[in-house]
């Protein structure tokens, strides 16, 4: 059975429009060094999206401060947003990793049971470079809205 994406592109296509750290890490699973990323200590309310389709991803309020160099969510804005897979690239550590759905580009890994204060307990390791961070609007009141 195979899965569909329905945001996917030729890789001719990605290439083109995105940046080289950007195809490195969406297209090919890679990772930006920590501590680099633009999102690792933002913390203004929005929604963050995938940076290769828009897809919504992540909400400002699931984000924490994890301190472990990568921005940090303890859940997905709905769990139909991402797909998961096994990743067995480092010996002896597998790990698992987050994919948008809508167009299969890798965002980062997930933890369980490490301990964080947060309502999961999960940490959703994302690279800031997979993200684009979506401010909330603010409407005549001064109260935000998604």
Same mark, same amino acid.
Not at 1 to 29: G, H, I, K, N
Not at 46 to 51: F, P, Q, S, T
Not at 55 to 62: D, I, P
Not at 117 to 143: F, H, K, M, Q
């Given at each position: 059975?195979?899965?569909?994406?329905?945001?996917? $592109? #030729?890789?001719?296509? +990605?290439?083109?429009? /995105?940046?080289? /750290?950007?195809?490195?890490?969406?297209? $090919?699973?890679?990772?930006?060094?920590?501590?680099?990323?633009?999102?690792?200590?933002?913390?203004?309310? %929005?929604?963050?999206?995938?940076?290769?389709?828009?897809?919504?991803?992540?909400?400002?309020?699931?984000?924490?401060?994890?301190?472990?160099? +990568? *921005?940090?969510?303890?859940? #997905? /804005?709905?769990?139909?947003?991402?797909?998961?897979?096994?990743?067995?690239?480092?010996? %002896?550590? *597998?790990?698992?990793?987050?994919?948008?759905?809508?167009?299969?580009?890798?965002? %980062?890994?997930?933890?369980?049971?490490? %301990?964080?204060?947060?309502?999961?307990?999960?940490?959703?390791?994302?690279?800031?470079?997979?993200?684009? /961070?979506?401010?909330?609007?603010?409407?005549?009141?001064?109260?935000?809205? #998604?």
């Amino acid at each position: 059975m195979s899965t569909e994406f329905p945001l996917d $592109q #030729p890789d001719a296509t +990605w290439r083109e429009r /995105l940046s080289d /750290l950007e195809y490195r890490v969406l297209r $090919q699973s890679g990772t930006e060094a920590p501590f680099t990323g633009e999102y690792t200590d933002e913390f203004s309310e %929005g929604v963050y999206e995938c940076r290769a389709c828009r897809t919504e991803l992540f909400r400002s309020e699931a984000k924490f401060a994890s301190h472990c160099g +990568w *921005p940090s969510f303890f859940e #997905p /804005l709905a769990e139909d947003r991402v797909l998961y897979l096994e990743d067995r690239t480092l010996p %002896g550590r *597998p790990r698992v990793e987050v994919r948008c759905a809508a167009c299969n580009s890798h965002l %980062g890994h997930v933890f369980s049971g490490e %301990g964080y204060d947060t309502p999961t307990d999960d940490r959703y390791c994302i690279n800031s470079v997979s993200l684009r /961070l979506v401010p909330a609007r603010r409407d005549d009141e001064g109260a935000s809205k #998604p």
